[in-house]
């Protein structure tokens, strides 16, 4: 196995074999390919292919999660650097490639957490942790050149637009819940803006026995309205359980994320309306795949979330 021997070897890892029988978490669409990998004193690692157009976000993405576990945040797994160039992304046999340890997790049951309340307790700590530490890492800019620059209302117009071309009955639909978010959509030029994950969801989380023990994919890590992170994860669990945050899993995990401070008084009422606005984002994937089941769901959730009086949806707000 020469290509993976020299490989690895420019990481400073001694490969041993590949491990086909280990599956990997995450969308394995971050990338064109991905295996594990072990070397050999047993250690387990992930070994990516990048398309030539993904390394520089990809090497913006690890210099972040280096700077975050050189500040203490758990819960990641760092790439590795390349010791010859201090780089983490490798440019070898005409490619480019990036390794990461391989963290084992546990089958998250589908719905069945839901009812796990401790689950959403770890992952509500999680993003407390991880804005603090985002706290002392922000200030130093380099370690935020590459990533994501996104006004939400400029996304939103943008594929309404497209849609109105491609699309014309989704735009139809979609465009009926825009009413609801036009005061949220407003305000967000000046809403605070912080380092965020921007796709934080349970199925983005490596799980073990006792909670979280990683946070994966940050593809499109960068700095969002405060809100979105936990916007983005309240819409997932509220699709997924048949349209309510009633469920164990949100409600420890909205009761950790006000103890963690992550959720001011000014900030509660643009819950709502800010998870509207990423399903837009969701129902840019479900076209992006043809899936015209998820699109239909997808589609009926926003119409769901557009008649919800203001704080409804969140318990407690």
Same mark, same amino acid.
């Given at each position: 196995?020469?290509?993976? +021997?020299?490989?690895?070897?420019?990481?400073?890892?001694?490969?041993?074999?590949?491990?086909?029988?280990?599956?990997?978490?995450?969308?394995?669409?971050?990338?064109?390919?991905?295996?594990?990998?072990?070397?050999?004193?047993?250690?387990?690692?992930?070994?990516?292919?990048?398309?030539?157009?993904?390394?520089?976000?990809?090497?913006?993405?690890?210099?972040?999660?280096?700077?975050?576990?050189?500040?203490?945040?758990?819960?990641?797994?760092?790439? =590795?650097?390349?010791?010859? +160039?201090?780089?983490?992304?490798?440019?070898?046999?005409?490619?480019?490639?990036?390794?990461?340890?391989?963290?084992?997790?546990?089958?998250?049951?589908?719905?069945?957490?839901?009812?796990?309340?401790?689950?959403?307790?770890?992952?509500?700590?999680? =993003?407390?942790?991880?804005?603090?530490?985002?706290?002392?890492? +922000?200030?130093?800019?380099?370690?935020?050149?590459?990533?994501?620059?996104?006004?939400?209302?400029?996304?939103?117009?943008?594929?309404?637009?497209? =849609?109105?071309?491609?699309?014309?009955?989704?735009?139809?639909?979609? +465009?009926?819940?825009?009413?609801?978010?036009?005061?949220?959509?407003?305000?967000?030029?000046?809403?605070?803006?912080?380092?965020?994950?921007?796709?934080?969801?349970?199925?983005?989380?490596?799980?073990?026995?006792?909670?979280?023990?990683?946070?994966?994919?940050?593809?499109?890590?960068?700095?969002?309205?405060?809100?979105?992170?936990?916007?983005?994860?309240?819409?997932?669990?509220?699709?997924?359980?048949?349209?309510?945050?009633?469920?164990?899993?949100?409600?420890?995990?909205?009761?950790?994320?006000?103890?963690?401070?992550?959720?001011?008084?000014?900030?509660?009422?643009?819950?709502?309306?800010?998870?509207?606005?990423?399903?837009?984002?969701?129902?840019?994937?479900?076209?992006?795949?043809?899936?015209?089941?998820?699109?239909?769901?997808?589609?009926?959730?926003?119409?769901?979330?557009?008649?919800?009086?203001?704080?409804?949806?969140?318990?407690?707000?």
């Amino acid at each position: 196995m020469p290509l993976h +021997t020299n490989l690895l070897a420019s990481f400073g890892v001694h490969f041993s074999r590949h491990r086909p029988d280990i599956a990997i978490p995450g969308s394995p669409e971050r990338c064109l390919v991905r295996r594990v990998i072990e070397d050999a004193d047993g250690h387990l690692f992930v070994l990516e292919q990048l398309s030539p157009g993904q390394s520089p976000r990809r090497e913006a993405i690890a210099r972040l999660l280096s700077a975050l576990s050189g500040c203490g945040l758990s819960g990641l797994a760092p790439y =590795l650097r390349v010791p010859a +160039t201090g780089a983490f992304v490798l440019q070898d046999w005409g490619r480019n490639w990036q390794l990461s340890p391989y963290i084992p997790g546990i089958k998250l049951p589908r719905p069945g957490y839901l009812q796990d309340a401790s689950l959403g307790d770890s992952l509500g700590a999680w =993003l407390g942790d991880f804005r603090r530490t985002a706290d002392s890492v +922000t200030p130093q800019s380099g370690r935020l050149a590459g990533l994501r620059e996104l006004s939400l209302p400029d996304y939103i117009a943008d594929l309404l637009s497209r =849609l109105s071309h491609v699309r014309p009955d989704v735009h139809a639909l979609a +465009t009926s819940s825009f009413p609801a978010l036009a005061g949220f959509l407003e305000a967000c030029p000046e809403l605070p803006r912080v380092l965020s994950h921007g796709d934080v969801h349970p199925l983005n989380v490596i799980w073990g026995e006792n909670g979280l023990r990683a946070v994966i994919d940050w593809e499109f890590a960068g700095m969002l309205p405060a809100v979105y992170d936990l916007a983005n994860c309240l819409g997932c669990l509220a699709i997924e359980g048949d349209g309510g945050l009633d469920t164990p899993f949100a409600c420890a995990l909205l009761s950790r994320v006000r103890d963690e401070g992550l959720i001011p008084g000014d900030q509660a009422r643009w819950l709502t309306p800010a998870i509207l606005a990423t399903r837009f984002g969701w129902l840019s994937e479900w076209l992006r795949r043809g899936d015209e089941e998820m699109i239909s769901l997808e589609l009926d959730f926003m119409e769901h979330l557009a008649v919800q009086p203001d704080g409804i949806l969140i318990p407690g707000a």
